[in-house]
């Protein structure tokens, strides 16, 4: 008879079994294949199954409770998975087994083969701490490295808090456990998060020990983040992700970049300073400007530059046009734009949507050659 051989073996199928009176070993594998043979026709016949290896060695584990036989079967089997599970229901039509009444349920079958992958992973895993980062260029070889740094998480303090190694004099502080997964993934490893947008106080302690870097999103959220930080913690520096972009997505480079261009406390509240006092100027002067004569700019502009293009004109505060995009990008546009946009022209329909971006970013007028919709909005529409 052909034995299955170990490497081979893809299934595990285990099934529970309770009988109502005492009976031996032999007694149940004897069911097993009397009371299968002839339901899955010829190719799916267990006897022959056996004999050509493609069925392992079963295994049955019994014990006699209060007179009655309890016990599990577990078969092995180098089939596909469509097989395997006809095997496994063909041994819940068992009802006796020997002398006696019995019922056979299949709790579960298991990939063997998974189970093979997860031990090689995490045992590479160990190998690797050991070994320094060869030539792997694999995807498994890649996803086992960042799986290896990113192990290297652990809480910290009394309100576990995610943290890489927090045993040097520098540590970079970020929102959450996102973020600091992704910079021990790309060996920034002396990194703590503070679980949320409220600082901790195991942070605030920190800073006291150590030179705290707060390295926060490039959107609104990352400033009134790095403002409620700075007034209640010691902050040294502060990094800021590129525009529109979050800590817990960036590549290695743009961290890393992000880390190089950070500004000490002082240039960066200089820098937020000047950026307030310029946003405030641009709106006074918006709002100090006659509308008749900012609609006579946009449409003179609309008429010179944009009829016929399909496409969007941002003005500066004199009304100028700054530049155009194309309809697809106008909203990202606006809304990643370091400049002063007093106004926008769309050769087309303003959507809702582009009506909410000019809201948002204070823009005081919006032209069209037509609008989706009439709703009140404290920009200003131009039919163009």
Known sequence: MAKVSPVSIKYMIY?????????????????IFGQTEGLLGNELEMRELQKEGKIGRIEVDLEIVDGKSVGTIKVPTALDKSETTLIGAALETIDRVGPTEAKVSVSKIEDVRGGKRDFILNRAKELLEGLGEGNM????????KEESRISKIQEYGDEKLPAGDLSGDEIIVVEGRAD????????????????????PAEIRK????????????GDRGGKLIAKNVIQNAKVAYVAVAPDGK?????EGKEILMSLRKKLTLEEFMRKERMEMRREESGKK???????????????????????GTKKIALFNENFEIMRQVGAKEAIKSINYSKENISAIAIDGTATNALIEACEQKDIAFLGATNFSSASSSKVKLISL
């Open 137 to 144: 260029s694999t995807a498994m070889s890649k996803t086992l």
């Open 206 to 217: 920190l800073g006291e020990k150590k030179e705290i870097t707060l390295f926060i999103d």
């Open 285 to 307: 002067e918006t709002n100090d400007i006659n509308p008749e004569k900012a609609k006579e700019k946009i449409r003179e502009g609309y008429e010179c530059s944009l009829k």
């Open 15 to 31: 099934a529970e079994f309770k009988a109502d009176g005492p009976l031996e070993k032999p007694d149940v594998i004897g069911a």
């Open 246 to 250: 979050e800590v817990e997505e960036l």
């Open 180 to 199: 600091v997964v992704n910079l021990l993934k790309n060996r920034v490893n002396n990194v703590i998060g503070m679980n949320g947008t409220k600082l």
